[in-house]
Nanobody, 128 residues
Framework: HVQLVESGGVSVQAGGSQKLSCQVS????????MGWFRQIPGKEREAVAR???????QYAGSLEGRVTIFRDNAKNTLNLEINNLKAEDTGMYYC???????????????????????WGQGTQVTVS
């Protein structure tokens, strides 16, 4: 049973940086399609960044240039660093995952939120 636990959410001043971490248990992170998502108050959950099936980072347009996603295989975590935080970045940040499909069979890690079946409880980022 895969469990995801996010951490690192805090209140920060605009212009600052923050690192979020998602601890994976019940599986190995590299065997999962994983990504970071966020939900801004009053808006639907949106993708922030993900690791594709070839282990390359893929970034959504809204934060591209200000975020870095990376997996730490030794710690079995998926991490997200956000730079130059803005007030509009305030929201709940979630880690999502689903079992990685077979690359040999043409599988890929989707950017569609509906594909992600495992979710953490979220970590709040507040920028003032």
């Amino acid at each position: 049973h895969v469990q995801l636990v996010e951490s690192g959410g805090v209140s920060v001043q605009a212009g600052g940086s923050q690192k979020l971490s998602c601890q994976v248990s019940g599986s190995t992170a590299r065997r999962l399609c994983m990504g970071w998502f966020r939900q801004i108050p009053g808006k639907e959950r949106e993708a922030v960044a993900r690791i594709d099936i070839n282990d390359r980072p893929q970034y959504a347009g809204s934060l591209e240039g200000r975020v870095t996603i990376f997996r730490d295989n030794a710690k079995n975590t998926l991490n997200l660093e956000i730079n130059n935080l803005k007030a509009e970045d305030t929201g709940m940040y979630y880690c999502g995952a689903y079992p990685k499909p077979s690359l040999a069979l043409g599988g890929y890690c989707s950017d569609r939120i509906s594909e992600y079946t495992y979710w953490g409880q979220g970590t709040q980022v507040t920028v003032s």
